[in-house]
Nanobody
Framework: QVQLVESGGGLVQAGGSLRLSCAAS????????MGWYRQAPGKQRELVAA???????KYAESVKGRFTISRDNTKKMVYLQMNSLKPEDAAVYYC??????????????WGQGTQVTVSS
């Protein structure tokens, strides 16, 4: 089993920044691919950023240049630094763990989600 606990969401003005954190337990963290998803009301859940066990990263086009995903295997933590936030970034953000790049989009373990609200 894998347990994921997220934190760092909140209210921020457009143009501001937030850093989301995800603490993992119950597995060998360094062997897992990790991702951040988000879901806004009435919209599908989308993959925002992902990082592999080898520290390779991928980003959705909408957040490239603004968001940065990182991981600290010693602390078993994954982070999402969000800069230049826009109202369209508002959503519930979820941390996810899976066995690899392809598995991340199909199966894995989810955190509980953390709310990000961006005001104009």
């Amino acid at each position: 089993q894998v347990q994921l606990v997220e934190s760092g969401g909140g209210l921020v003005q457009a143009g501001g920044s937030l850093r989301l954190s995800c603490a993992a337990s119950g597995s060998i963290f360094s062997a897992n691919a990790m991702g951040w998803y988000r879901q806004a009301p009435g919209k599908q859940r989308e993959l925002v950023a992902a990082i592999s066990a080898g520290y390779s990263t991928k980003y959705a086009e909408s957040v490239k240049g603004r968001f940065t995903i990182s991981r600290d295997n010693t602390k078993k933590m994954v982070y999402l630094q969000m800069n230049s936030l826009k109202p369209e970034d508002a959503a519930v953000y979820y941390c996810k763990s899976s066995s690899g790049w392809y598995a991340l989009t199909k199966t894995g373990y989810w955190g509980q989600g953390t709310q990000v609200t961006v005001s104009s």
